[in-house]
């Protein structure tokens, strides 16, 4: 029975991070490339959710098959995510380069601010009731009461996106590119990088990942409203620290190790209390060990 | 400005947000009675007024490349530059008797409605003031500064109800709570780069906020307390009405104590101290200034004022609950110090005004103020990053030599 | 001949991961001297500036202060507001001026440690504080105007020419009452004009201020013609020093710019 319950816990926790890690990867690439804490990433989840919603709820009415309404809502829900992120950054972050972090920082806040605000007056304040897209797996049949066909969806595409992921970084030409420019966007510059290029590309990548994590989650959740991506998306900025910023594997460490935090905190000692549990983790993580997890601890040049 | 070529951009500009915002803005589906609506004409506004956006963008943004700080010159600016004549001691008498006359007579010819938006108004001003201090002057942006408001709240309330201590006594004590507060949570987060900064206030200010909802033993949870007496004044026997002129009262001489005393620190070895370590922390520790106190005392200062409004705000409401305390009240407080101007009083005050009146007088502006928040926190950022009223450093004449 | 260096620094390293971009070095300073750091780009110099004045803590090494009349002191391990106090002063390469503040008030910032006005002097502006306030305007007038930028008092530093600002630099530097001055490439951007006064007014400083100044500066022909002893820095190592005749003869000298525009 307690052991059961632990392990019940302890996949909640799984797919908790699996959601955290698939959202703080565009914290930390956006914040390795252009030193900006990206406040409006968590909305980009949630207008991927939100779309995703649209799309599925239209396309069912054509009768169409369920998985080919899936795949195609998810498809373009991905698109409407890329194409928020990229326009967002045009306007809210672009002409800013050049001035303050705390300008920049005040902009994506406002950003944030107005992209819920958005959703909430286009749409409504209410929760909806959000669609199941993955459909229950016959092989889940025998552990579905602790570990459903959902949740081993986000665990493995969390998996699958990350090692494509940092296989693309690796080795492609544009993921050296964007490694160059996070450690030195003048000397990338001068090298004929196109910086503006890299920078849409990463937002792209960020908003890919979060947008495939807000569908994920609010099927698993089966219901969406305009400021589920808030919380989240701090949650997912407290993860990515925690790893160390900018760093692709301390991001998905830091969500697992989130999401552990809270499953395991929320089951053990107090539910209402979940998200005290991560911004404690926060301040003490910040304050001990600022460089997080896997992260190079680095002197800021003079 | 109406080329071709800008009509081309605006055009295409408009075309993409308008495929941009398709699902969300004309499609709305209702989950449970399985129904759509289109709503096309959502697609029309939304067309024109990114053309047009799009147009004055553009052009605002060449201008503010060719202008030049110095040049640069708003309306506002220009009433605030003129100096000449505003210093001239009659205008100044003027002014200042017009404005003592207004702040009289105001609440004995408004209703009770318009006093008690006065009174809100004037508790926004002492926050934006007091958040000016640490973000403004100091550069460190605080996201949690609601908390410290909190604080100040519940001091009153819970310090009234377990011991009946009254307003005069608690406002002094709330607002001590509130800086030792915001000492005690300064001290350790303090050393943290500016944006770790902004995320951890915000946190501090969400965990302040949910053990207020959840600590019912302490804080009474979610339906909050009720029944905060509002302030007396010698045992004296007041209707409402006589009561809120009272507050009113009260919260002007808070603000000009606030107004004084930023002032003053402003122009003082403290404030250069501030706005140097804004400018560049690490210049800062090279001419032989301590940061990390100077942060401390910024950050605590601040805490100091929300204090106050704090407790001015439970003895105006007469109920507090943590619903008043969330992160999107230290957004507002943020978005008054950000379009007034960081760092300058007169364009704080006028913010207040701007942000606190204007949605409570026109309703169908208060939906979409959130929204407009939103959107002023970019576009001031973008175009008028020193605010509505650029903070003017203070100039200094040479008096000659001194021995 | 221990007796008037002023500044000593033994053996210091800085370590950035696998990256030694100062490695052993030692240097010393003397009284009432001009010393030169010069080296090629990324030598080191810089990081060895900022490990004296605490801004990054040296992975090893001891740097030492003998302030006038008073005893020796080590300073490593210090914060930099800390070393400050102590005396020494310096510019940045990266010009960082508090850039909307005014040059006065620049100037005032950096006057800080030598007033006492906390919080409720502030607030109650009493007469001594007042006094003070006055006195601070006051002198640091007379500070920018023995750098010449009397005409700037109330522009904001970030409106001032490319010159100006270095100069502010220095005036703002002067400001904290130092003995030892550290100055990162004041020169750099400069036109040979300006360069020339920048000269004049060094030179200036270390005969009427009795500053002991150690200069970090790419334009030998300014190197030359006023240090008194020069450290050649490469790959974070000390590899010459002497006076400048030597130093420009030196084979390792010429070896290390070999490459590099430097008119030695
Ligand atoms: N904070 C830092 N982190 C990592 N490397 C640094 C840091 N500061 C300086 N360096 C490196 O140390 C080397 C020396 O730099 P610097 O002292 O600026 O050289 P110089 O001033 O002689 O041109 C360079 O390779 C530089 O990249
Ligand atoms: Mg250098």
């Avoid at chain 2, 495929?19 to 959502?42: G, Y």
């Amino acid at each position: 029975m307690k052991f059961s319950y632990f392990i019940e816990l302890f996949l909640s926790g799984l797919t908790k991070g699996s959601i955290y890690a698939l959202l703080s990867l565009g914290y930390t690439m956006v914040y390795g490339i252009i030193q900006l804490i990206n406040f409006a990433h968590g909305e980009i989840y949630m207008i991927g959710a939100f779309t995703a919603l649209i799309i599925t709820t239209i396309l069912a009415y054509t009768g169409m098959n369920a998985l080919a309404i899936a795949f195609l809502a998810i498809f373009l829900a991905i698109l409407y995510s890329a194409g928020y992120a990229v326009t967002m950054e045009r306007i809210a972050y672009k002409p800013l380069r050049n001035s303050t972090r705390l300008s920049a920082l005040i902009s994506a806040i406002g950003m944030s601010i107005f992209l819920q605000n958005y959703v909430r007056l286009l749409q409504t304040s209410d929760f909806l009731r959000f669609p199941p897209l993955i459909p229950e797996f016959g092989f889940m049949r025998y552990v579905e009461h602790i570990f459903t066909s959902t949740q081993l969806v986000i665990f493995v595409s969390t998996c699958v996106i990350m090692i494509i992921l940092t296989i693309f970084i690796k080795f492609s030409k544009t993921g050296k590119a964007m490694r160059a420019v996070a450690q030195d966007r003048v000397m990338a510059m001068l090298s004929g990088i196109n910086i503006n290029r890299i920078i849409s590309v990463t937002f792209i990548f960020g908003s890919v990942t979060a947008a495939v994590g807000g569908i994920l989650i609010s099927s698993y959740n089966a219901q969406i409203n305009f400021n589920i991506g808030f919380m989240a998306g701090i949650k997912a900025f407290v993860a990515a620290v925690l790893g160390g910023i900018g760093s692709i594997p301390g991001a998905v460490l830091g969500s697992f190790v989130l999401g552990w935090t809270e499953s395991f905190g929320t089951g053990y000692i107090s539910s209402d209390y979940e998200d005290v549990f991560a911004f404690l983790f926060l301040i003490l993580i910040l304050i001990f060990k600022p460089e997080g997890l896997l992260g190079r601890s680095t002197k800021q040049k003079v | 400005m109406f080329s071709i070529k800008n009509m081309t951009k605006a055009f295409f500009i408009s075309l993409w947000i308008m495929i941009l915002t398709f699902p969300l803005a004309v499609i709305k589906v209702n989950t449970i009675d399985k129904t759509v609506n289109w709503r096309w004409f959502n697609l029309i506004y939304i067309g024109i007024i990114t053309f047009i956006t799009a147009f004055l963008w553009d052009y605002f943004l060449k201008r503010n490349k060719e202008d030049n700080d110095r040049k640069k010159k708003s309306f506002l600016n220009i009433i605030a530059d003129k100096k000449k004549y505003f210093n001239r001691p009659e205008f100044k008498t003027l002014f200042y008797g017009a404005l003592f006359v207004v702040i009289m007579v105001f609440p004995f010819v408004s209703g009770l409605y318009q006093i008690n938006v006065m009174t809100t108004a004037l508790i926004y001003v002492m926050l934006g003031l007091g958040l000016n201090i640490v973000v403004g002057l100091g550069g460190l942006l605080n996201l949690g500064y609601v908390a410290f408001y909190a604080v100040g709240a519940y001091s009153y309330a819970l310090l009234n109800k377990h011991f009946g201590i009254n307003f005069w006594i608690a406002l002094p004590i709330g607002a001590l709570f509130s800086m030792l507060f915001g000492l005690i949570i300064g001290f350790p987060v303090l050393r943290l780069r500016g944006d770790y900064l902004a995320i951890v206030t915000l946190a501090f200010g969400e965990i302040v906020r949910i053990v207020l909802e959840n600590w019912n033993e302490f804080s009474f949870g979610p339906s909050g307390i009720s029944g905060i007496p509002r302030p007396g004044l010698f045992g004296l026997k007041m209707n409402l009405m006589q009561n809120s002129i009272l507050i009113y009262f009260i919260m002007i001489v808070l603000t000009a104590i606030t107004v004084f005393v930023v002032n003053r620190l402003e122009n003082s070895r403290l404030g250069r101290t501030w706005v140097a370590m804004r400018e560049d922390e690490i210049a800062c520790q090279t001419m032989g200034i301590n940061v990390t106190k100077a942060k401390l005392t910024a950050f605590a200062l601040g805490a100091l004022w929300a204090g106050l409004a704090g407790v001015m705000f439970a003895a105006k409401t007469t109920f507090i609950n943590p619903a008043s305390f969330t992160i999107w009240e230290s957004i507002i407080i943020l978005c008054i110090v950000v379009l007034g101007g960081m760092g300058s009083i007169l364009g704080v005050i006028i913010a207040s005004f701007i942000l606190i009146i204007l949605p409570e007088s026109l309703r169908f502006f208060s939906d979409y103020r959130m929204l407009v928040f939103g959107a002023i926190l970019v576009v001031m950022m973008i175009f008028r990053p020193g605010g509505i009223i650029n903070a003017k450093r203070k100039v200094y004449q040479y008096k000659g030599k001194k021995d | 001949m221990k007796e008037n260096t002023v500044l000593e620094v033994r053996d210091l390293s800085m370590h950035f991961g696998g990256l030694y971009a100062v490695d052993k070095a030692n240097l010393s300073v003397k009284k009432d001297e001009i010393t030169a750091l010069i080296g090629p780009n990324g030598a080191g110099k810089t990081t060895f500036f900022n490990c004296v004045t605490g801004l990054y803590t040296p992975t090893t090494g001891k740097i030492f202060i003998t302030p006038q009349g008073k005893k020796r002191e080590e300073i490593d391990s210090l914060k930099p507001h800390k070393i400050t106090n102590k005396g020494i002063a310096r510019t940045f390469q990266n010009i960082r001026l508090f850039q909307n503040m005014t040059a006065l008030e620049n100037v005032m910032a950096g006057r800080h440690r030598l007033l006492k006005a906390g919080i409720l002097h502030a607030i109650l502006r009493d007469k001594k504080t007042k006094e003070e306030e006055e006195k601070v305007v006051h002198d640091s007038y007379e500070i920018l105007e023995k750098i010449g930028l009397t005409k700037y008092i109330n522009e904001l530093a970030k409106n001032l020419p490319y010159g100006a600002q270095r100069r502010l630099e220095i005036a703002r530097a002067l400001a904290t009452d130092p003995f030892i001055l550290l100055l990162d490439e004041p020169a750099a951007g400069m036109n040979p004009n300006e360069t020339r006064e920048l000269d004049n007014l060094i030179l200036r400083l270390k005969e009427d201020e009795k500053l002991s100044i150690l200069l970090i500066e790419h334009d030998m022909s300014l190197v030359m013609r006023i240090s008194d002893r020069i450290y050649v820095m490469d790959y974070g190592k000390i590899i010459a020093e002497g006076k400048p005749e030597q130093i420009r003869h030196d084979p390792l000298v010429i070896k290390a710019y070999l490459g590099e525009n430097y008119n030695v």
